[in-house]
């Protein structure tokens, strides 16, 4: 497995504002990942993080409302740009190894007002 | 694109008994199943996983097993525990670096 780190655990901000979420990794992966998950719903993915170039966004996500980084291949942020009351939601990374696996961070509960 | 379909959303069991969840996916490309547990407050657990040239997988209690030609695979946890109460999530992906895609969910509560 892999043991993954998130910043922060949780937090409130206030609509209008930016919120940057880590991701910091035990060791070297391949494929990062930042998903979504809202109260009692399943996990959606908003886009994969590729070192050393741009990340890849699904459908419904852009990248000026979620700028990702991803400056080596132990670590990414994502941002929440402009925050609204919609976003409140937990925001996770994932990471994936050689093989198929995928493991999770702990998660960023994030409460917009 | 890949979609999940999963049930039930929600599974109640007497304890000892029997639980199974059941998942269909619609890209043929698909070759990696995972499954993840979920406990409230907690981040989703890689349980169980199997890739499409093994037709099922087992884990002390818990099994998955994959019909390629129906595309649908599924989770059996024999002699359930409390312990084994949270959410189960199915994924599916065409392995490599590329994504999984979740189904909804299934809640599981196990009765003591």
């Known amino acids: 497995s892999a043991v993954i780190s998130q910043k922060p655990s949780r937090d409130i901000c206030q609509r209008g504002t930016s919120l940057t979420i880590q991701c910091q990794v035990d060791?070297?992966?391949?494929?990062m990942f930042w998903y979504r998950q809202q109260p009692g719903q399943s996990l959606t993915l908003i886009a994969t993080?590729?070192?050393?170039?741009?990340?890849?966004?699904e459908s419904g996500f852009v990248i000026d409302k979620f700028p990702i980084s991803r400056p080596n291949l132990t670590f990414s942020t994502l941002t929440v740009s402009n925050m609204s009351p919609e976003d409140s939601s937990i925001y996770l990374c994932?990471?994936?190894?050689?093989?198929?696996?995928?493991?999770f961070g702990p998660g960023t509960r994030l409460t917009v007002t | 694109g890949e979609n999940v379909e999963q049930h039930p959303s929600t599974l109640s069991v007497q304890e000892g008994d029997s639980a199974v969840i059941k998942c269909t996916y619609s890209?043929?490309?698909?070759?990696?199943f995972p499954w993840y547990k979920q406990e409230l407050g907690k981040r989703p657990q890689l349980i169980i996983d199997?890739?499409?040239?093994?037709g099922e997988k087992k884990d002390q209690r818990i099994a998955v097993t994959l019909n390629k030609t129906a595309k649908h695979f599924s989770l059996h946890i024999t002699e359930t525990q409390p312990e084994d109460s949270a959410v189960y999530f199915c994924?599916?992906?065409?392995?490599?670096?590329?994504?999984?895609?979740f189904g909804k969910g299934t809640r599981l509560s196990v009765i003591a």
């Open positions: 994924a599916a992906s065409m392995g490599g670096n590329t994504p999984l895609v």
């Open positions: 060791s070297q992966v391949t494929m």
């Open positions: 993080a590729n070192q050393g170039s741009e990340a890849t966004y």
């Open positions: 199997i890739r499409s040239n093994v």
């Open positions: 890209d043929s490309a698909s070759n990696y």
């Open positions: 994932s990471v994936q190894r050689e093989s198929y696996e995928q493991y």
